[in-house]
């Protein structure tokens, strides 16, 4: 007598799109972002679609495929690798969880894929990165920072495509509950560089919707400034806000004054902000 395996019954696509909005991932945002751009109300109707719609979303996302398509698990976003979240007052961890899940899947594809040679920049001043910068730029601009990360073998990814705060339904699935949704300003941490795991490089992720040159310079150098100092030896850094404002936060006090020393050659550089000029208004 033969047995036969008894596989567990899946889910179909409606359930998966609801699944996924209850997990902070609208199903306008799987649909423009998660799945590839050949997707079609016509493909879903088909007999495969919810498998082929839940491996681009794993893979997309670093969910569980299986967990994905499963009726009677849970499913929660992955915990990939130790994070350290720097929040302004009143927000929660929760609320960054889907922005950081995108964040964490792209910067190990671009971690993997980078072909430049991985250097050592902890320990580096700031005076050391801006004369280096400064031997081929008349200053330390955006591209010139950009370009010095990548020299270094430290790509830099802009990320402006997170998911909204989704609408949850009294029948959809108990996950884990997503208030709000928010998205960081920058990102920093080391991640898998080769298959045997023997090499990590460390990448940055700039979240920030921002046109001016000189914010995003800023939080670049903010963030380069948590790798030289020894920040992210650990775990990743998920910066909420970068500004230039007073902190309690020890290692964004550092980070801060390293950025405005690699900018203007002087941690102490005296600078207005928007707040700043408010005040005296």
């Not at 671009?110 to 200053?139: F, H, M």
């Not at 430290?154 to 208030?179: A, D, G, Y």
């Not at 850094?237 to 550092?254: G, H, L, N, R």
């Not at 102490?268 to 000029?277: G, I, V």
Request: charge should be negative.
């Amino acid at each position: 007598m033969t047995k036969t395996e008894v596989r567990p019954e899946t889910i179909d696509l409606k359930a998966l799109f609801s699944r996924m909005n209850a997990l902070g991932f609208p199903k306008d945002f799987v649909s423009s972002t998660l799945l590839p751009s050949w997707w079609c109300e016509e493909f879903e109707q088909t007999k495969g679609a919810v498998v082929e719609a839940a491996a681009y979303i794993s893979r997309r996302t670093s969910l569980d495929f299986r967990t994905l398509l499963s009726t009677d698990e849970l499913v929660t976003l992955p915990e990939t690798g130790r994070h350290k979240y720097k929040l302004t007052e009143g927000t929660q961890q929760n609320e960054l969880k889907p922005a950081q899940a995108i964040a964490d899947r792209v910067a190990e594809v671009v971690s993997y894929a980078c072909i430049q040679p991985v250097k050592n920049i902890e320990g580096l001043t700031a005076q050391d990165i801006r004369a280096e910068i400064l031997k081929n730029y008349p200053c330390v601009t955006l591209e010139s920072l950009i370009d010095f990360c990548w020299k270094n073998g430290v790509p830099v990814v802009h990320l402006n495509h997170f998911p909204k705060r989704p609408r949850i339904k009294k029948s959809e699935e108990p996950c884990e509950p997503q208030p709000k949704q928010k998205k960081f300003d920058g990102m920093v941490g080391y991640f898998r560089a080769n298959l045997e795991q023997t090499v990590n490089r460390p990448v940055i992720a700039i979240g920030k919707n921002e046109k001016s040159h000189a914010w995003l310079s800023f939080i670049l150098a903010h963030e380069i400034g948590h790798i030289v100092c020894g920040h992210v030896r650990e775990e990743s850094i998920i910066d909420e806000k970068i500004t230039p404002e007073p902190s309690e936060d020890p290692q964004e006090v550092e980070a801060d004054e390293f950025a405005i020393a690699l900018l203007f050659g002087r941690k102490n550089a005296s600078y207005y902000s928007l707040k700043n000029l408010n005040a005296l208004a």
